[in-house]
């Protein structure tokens, strides 16, 4: 069983910086790739980025190219979030998610999630 525990979000101004952290525990880290998704409200939950379980390479929807970074921190079984330029359409609640083998875009393909972090971002 994985638990996923995530810290971080909140409230932002457009162009401002946020984060998220989303620590995994009671798993070998190395077996699982993770994923971050989000959840605006009215909308369906929808990909934002992966990062690979062997090879740490990441995939980054293009709404967030450039602007948002996924990566992991092996040392400590920690998925990161690092959100740039934010908008008010990055406003959501934002999902870790875990799953064997490798990344995915598809919500189906993880049977692991965080509990949701909100985000909002207004002036």
């Known amino acids: 069983q994985v638990q996923l525990v995530e810290s971080g979000g909140g409230s932002a101004q457009p162009g401002d910086s946020l984060s998220f952290s989303c620590a995994a525990s009671g798993t070998n880290w190395y077996d699982y790739s993770m994923a971050w998704f989000r959840q605006a409200p009215g909308k369906e939950r929808e990909f934002v980025a992966s990062v690979a379980k062997a090879t740490g390479n990441t995939r980054h929807a293009d709404s967030v190219k450039g602007r948002f970074a996924a990566y992991r921190d092996n040392h400590r079984n920690v998925l990161w979030l690092q959100m740039n330029s934010l908008r008010p359409e990055d406003a959501a609640v934002y999902y870790c998610?875990?799953?064997?083998?490798?990344?995915?875009?598809?919500?189906?393909?993880?049977?692991?999630w965080g509990q949701g972090a909100q985000v909002t971002v207004s002036s």
């Open positions: 998610a875990a799953r064997r083998g490798p990344p995915s875009t598809s919500e189906e393909m993880y049977p692991y």
